[in-house]
């Protein structure tokens, strides 16, 4: 029995480092963190999605803070995926057709610094993924790409009542996301 039960340990304990190894992370920003959230968290093989904010100066910033502030964060969120089920080129596609990479005031209606659209890199071979998407835009749209491309320093997780925002508050969530036309600038962006 002890030989089962050890053999038992070792196979969970294996299995839990194997699956472990597969886990990555990455960073985006798109406006409100409410919205990311949703759109990250459908993706098959991302197992979290955290509300926070990257990109500034100001340690531990809050949520004020960014908004009303000069902390040079923007709202972002932190994507937990597994690397086998997902790739980086996958999320970096799904960031894309998330926002409006046009807007250099922010996004849909909410305006300001803090909302502007950025791509986090840790790599080399992020920040030219990253590249490659914006002069494919370019070309395609024939428009400049604004979002901006920055290397990944630090994330500060957002208070607590901004995660699963768009669970917890569905209806609330919803009606901002419609009045904000959200969908329907999307549409009319990546649908063309």
């Not at 480092?17 to 991302?46: D, H, P, R, T």
């Not at 986090?120 to 901006?148: A, C, M, P, S």
């Not at 768009?166 to 009606?175: A, M, R, S």
């Amino acid at each position: 029995m002890k030989f089962i039960f050890l053999s038992f340990l070792i196979l969970f304990f294996s299995t839990k480092v194997a699956i472990s190894q597969n886990i990555e992370k990455a960073y985006f920003a798109g406006g409100c963190f409410w919205c990311m959230e949703e759109s990250f968290e459908k993706l098959k093989g991302v197992e979290e999605v955290i509300s926070g904010y990257a990109g500034g100066i100001t340690a531990n910033p809050t949520y004020r803070e960014v908004t009303y502030g000069d902390t040079g964060h923007f709202e972002v969120v932190e994507i937990i995926y597994d690397s086998e089920k997902i790739s980086y080129e996958e999320l970096l596609k799904n960031f894309w057709i998330n926002i409006d990479p046009f807007d250099a005031y922010g996004q849909f209606c909410d305006k300001g610094y803090s909302y502007r659209s950025v791509a986090f890199y840790e790599n080399e071979i992020q920040k030219i993924l990253i590249e490659k998407d914006v002069k494919k835009f370019e070309k395609k749209f024939k428009k400049k790409v604004v979002t901006y491309i920055k290397k990944f320093e630090i994330f500060y997780k957002a208070e607590d009542k901004h995660q699963d925002y768009y669970q917890e508050y569905f209806e609330n969530y919803l009606k901002y996301k419609k009045a904000c036309k959200r969908e329907r600038i999307l549409s009319n962006i990546w649908d063309s």
